[in-house]
């Protein structure tokens, strides 16, 4: 079992910056793929990054690249979001996820667990 923990939402004003956190538990940490969804009022939830089991590799949506960044430190198990230039379409509730299906890059349904989310609501 693992169990995540997401930190580090809040409000703020278009074009600023933000950090994610997701510490998860358990001594297995580096042995999962983590990802990062968010899912906005009325719409389906969505994938935004992913990064391999090691941190050498990352995944982005479209609408992120170049924005967003995602890395890990699988010393703390943590993984991170860095979100720069934030605009109104990134309101939304931050998930982490863990894959440990030994996929890269793992589908939606292929993440074993979730955290309960981080509200990010950008002002325009």
């Known amino acids: 079992q693992v169990q995540l923990v997401e930190s580090g939402g809040g409000l703020v004003q278009a074009g600023a910056s933000l950090r994610l956190s997701c510490v998860a538990s358990g001594r297995t940490f580096r042995s999962y793929v983590m990802g990062w969804f968010r899912q906005a009022p009325g719409k389906e939830r969505e994938f935004v990054a992913a990064i391999n089991w090691s941190g050498g590799s990352s995944f982005y949506a479209d609408s992120v690249k170049g924005r967003f960044t995602i890395s890990r430190d699988n010393a703390k198990n943590t993984v991170y979001l860095q979100m720069n230039s934030l605009n109104s379409e990134d309101t939304a509730v931050y998930y982490c996820?863990?894959?440990?299906?030994?996929?890269?890059?793992?589908?939606?349904?292929?993440?074993?667990?979730w955290g309960q989310g981080t509200q990010v609501t950008v002002s325009s």
């Open positions: 996820a863990a894959s440990g299906m030994g996929i890269w890059i793992p589908q939606k349904s292929q993440y074993n667990y």
